[in-house]
Structure formats: structure tokens, C-alpha cells
């Protein structure tokens, strides 16, 4: 069970049962709907694994309704304020963690799996797993260290399969560890319960359990291990 969860400024922030400490940090990073009642429930469930979960609101408040207007509240946002605040919720997330010192996981969806993307890229040492929702990235990954999970729908219309298999070579080809699951039928945003239309119950408990495992390896949380 985990904590009553905080939310304070323009993030929330969830406890493992045992409270700050307890655990490894994952960082949440949202999608171009917002930092919904969906997002709070998923870092919800990560924190009763027993990590210490944080995600940022990465709109600021805003909760777009249609594509449209996520659309246009993407156009008037400014990335380098989203840079900066991405990378400064690992380093407050990093306060609350049994190793405040150590390496945080991020997982993405959508522009937030971009976004995760390239923070483990820009600052590989404080990043120790990524899990891509799908979300992809157009950047030089020489500088990552961390491992990748992904997890895509082959009937996405969003994410190209051009700029998936793009990515995915890239990664290979620089001997990175990655993993690419491909959901079939299943359309972009299939993990998020908001999203009318699109969720898909059974391809999201599967991503979750694939999700939570990766993350168990790579922390070493349930078998007290180094982290991998």
C-alpha cells in the first residue's frame, strides 16, 4: 500500500509504504493531456511495488481535452522551460530515494517517452532505466547508458513505423540494451485509462507487468541486488 500521496507546486510525488526512503525513484513523465487522475493512479500502483514515484506536470496545469488543443497547448509551450524542469525533477526526486545519490528510472508516454528519451541521453549517470511508452526520439544516443524498454502499437498514427524502427536501429547499432514490444491492433496511447477510445485494458496490464519487471531488474528491488 502506499502513502497518502503529495502534490505540491507542479508535480506529485508518492511514497512506498515505509515513506520517503523506502525506495528507488522512478520519474513520471506525462503525455500531451496532462498530469490526469490516470497518471496520479499509475504512479499510484508504481509506488505500491515499492518505488518512490514523482511526476511532474509538464503543462502546468493544463488538461487538453481534444488532439486539437493539445496540439496548440504544445505549440505555445516553451521546451527549454520543459527541459529544465524535467531535469530538475530527477534531481528532487533523487533527494527522496534509499540512494539520493544514485540513479532515478524515468518512464514516458508519448511526448513524455521523448522527453525520457533524451534526459537519459543529456545526463546518462543520474538515469538507470528508461521505459518508452510510445514515444520516440530523434537524437544522437551515443552518451546513453541506460537500458530501454519500449512499448508500441502497430496501429499507431502518431509514431511513424519509419521513425520506430529508425530509432530502434540506432540503438542497436550502437550495442545500447533495448527491447521493443509491439502490441498489436493497438493504437497510440493504449496505456492511458483517460484516454476515451484508445485505452486498451489487456495490452496495458501486459506493458505494466513487462513495465514493473524491467524496473525490478534494473533496480534490484525485490531480491535487494546490486542495481544491474
Request: with cysteine; hydrophobic share 45%.
Given at each position: 500500500m502506499s502513502d497518502a500521496p503529495s502534490q505540491a507546486g507542479q508535480a506529485y510525488l508518492v511514497h512506498p509504504e515505509g515513506g520517503a526512503g523506502a525506495g528507488p525513484g522512478v520519474l513520471v513523465l506525462h503525455s500531451w493531456w496532462g498530469l490526469t487522475q490516470g497518471v496520479k493512479q499509475w504512479c499510484d500502483r508504481l509506488a505500491d511495488e515499492g518505488f518512490v514515484v514523482l511526476a511532474p506536470d509538464l503543462l502546468e496545469g493544463n488538461r487538453p481535452e481534444t488532439a486539437a488543443e493539445a496540439e496548440l497547448e504544445l505549440?505555445?509551450?516553451?521546451?527549454?522551460?520543459?527541459?529544465?524542469l524535467v531535469l530538475s525533477s530527477?534531481?528532487?526526486?533523487?533527494?527522496?530515494?534509499?540512494?539520493?545519490?544514485?540513479?532515478?528510472?524515468?518512464?514516458?508516454?508519448?511526448?513524455?517517452?521523448?522527453?525520457?528519451?533524451?534526459?537519459?541521453?543529456?545526463?546518462?549517470?543520474p538515469v538507470d532505466a528508461v521505459v518508452a511508452y510510445y514515444g520516440t526520439q530523434h537524437i544522437d544516443f551515443a552518451e546513453l547508458k541506460a537500458p530501454v524498454l519500449g512499448h508500441f502499437g502497430s496501429d499507431d498514427d502518431i509514431v511513424s513505423r519509419d521513425d520506430l524502427v529508425e530509432m530502434h536501429a540506432h540503438l542497436l547499432l550502437l550495442e545500447h540494451d533495448v527491447e521493443v514490444f509491439d502490441y498489436e491492433d493497438k493504437g497510440h496511447f493504449f496505456a492511458e485509462l483517460d484516454v476515451e477510445g484508445a485505452y486498451d485494458e489487456e495490452a496495458a496490464e501486459l506493458a505494466w507487468d513487462r513495465t514493473v519487471a524491467f524496473l525490478e531488474r534494473v533496480t534490484g528491488i525485490r531480491t535487494g541486488t546490486e542495481p544491474a
Amino acid at each position: 500500500m502506499s502513502d497518502a500521496p503529495s502534490q505540491a507546486g507542479q508535480a506529485y510525488l508518492v511514497h512506498p509504504e515505509g515513506g520517503a526512503g523506502a525506495g528507488p525513484g522512478v520519474l513520471v513523465l506525462h503525455s500531451w493531456w496532462g498530469l490526469t487522475q490516470g497518471v496520479k493512479q499509475w504512479c499510484d500502483r508504481l509506488a505500491d511495488e515499492g518505488f518512490v514515484v514523482l511526476a511532474p506536470d509538464l503543462l502546468e496545469g493544463n488538461r487538453p481535452e481534444t488532439a486539437a488543443e493539445a496540439e496548440l497547448e504544445l505549440g505555445r509551450s516553451d521546451p527549454n522551460v520543459t527541459a529544465a524542469l524535467v531535469l530538475s525533477s530527477i534531481v528532487a526526486l533523487r533527494s527522496q530515494t534509499d540512494r539520493p545519490t544514485g540513479p532515478v528510472s524515468i518512464v514516458g508516454f508519448s511526448m513524455g517517452a521523448s522527453w525520457a528519451l533524451w534526459a537519459a541521453t543529456r545526463q546518462p549517470d543520474p538515469v538507470d532505466a528508461v521505459v518508452a511508452y510510445y514515444g520516440t526520439q530523434h537524437i544522437d544516443f551515443a552518451e546513453l547508458k541506460a537500458p530501454v524498454l519500449g512499448h508500441f502499437g502497430s496501429d499507431d498514427d502518431i509514431v511513424s513505423r519509419d521513425d520506430l524502427v529508425e530509432m530502434h536501429a540506432h540503438l542497436l547499432l550502437l550495442e545500447h540494451d533495448v527491447e521493443v514490444f509491439d502490441y498489436e491492433d493497438k493504437g497510440h496511447f493504449f496505456a492511458e485509462l483517460d484516454v476515451e477510445g484508445a485505452y486498451d485494458e489487456e495490452a496495458a496490464e501486459l506493458a505494466w507487468d513487462r513495465t514493473v519487471a524491467f524496473l525490478e531488474r534494473v533496480t534490484g528491488i525485490r531480491t535487494g541486488t546490486e542495481p544491474a
